[in-house]
């Protein structure tokens, strides 16, 4: 019996510390208002990162729900207590309206999913006159 519950102890301890290490995003920021830009502006911005966790974070893929919204990131592991940068970009070429916009990064971290959000509004370019 002692055998058994020395054992059951074991699986548990070692279920914990594994999943107690793992990489951790820590964002300085995970919303950007960009104010007023200009109708025809590529407005982009940098959420910063640092890995809180204890192992190597890697980014397996991000997502954004339409064309006018560009991510790029760290494609590299990023080690215990390193930042990286996911970059995200909003085109805004005829879309002379308040935008509100999210991407999706899917990681080996702690939460395997973590959204960031964008918004903004563009001001309709103006037309010369006479035309």
């Not at 301890?13 to 594994?18: L, P, Q, Y």
Request: net charge positive; with cysteine.
């Amino acid at each position: 019996m002692k055998k058994l519950l020395l054992v059951g102890f074991m699986l548990v301890a070692g279920f914990t510390v594994a999943k107690a290490q793992q990489a951790e995003f820590k964002f300085e920021k995970e919303v950007h208002d960009f104010g007023k830009i200009k109708e025809g502006t590529l407005a982009s911005y940098d959420f910063k990162f640092t890995n809180v966790g204890d192992e190597p974070l890697i980014i397996t893929n991000v997502t954004a729900p339409c064309g006018c919204t560009i991510p790029k990131w760290t494609k590299e592991p990023v080690k215990k207590g390193e930042s990286g940068i996911v970059t995200v970009s909003y085109n805004s070429a005829g879309r002379p309206v308040p935008f509100n916009k999210n991407v999706t990064i899917t990681s080996n971290s702690k939460t395997p999913q973590k959204v960031l959000y964008i918004k903004g509004e563009v001001d309709p370019a103006t037309k010369p006159a006479g035309k």
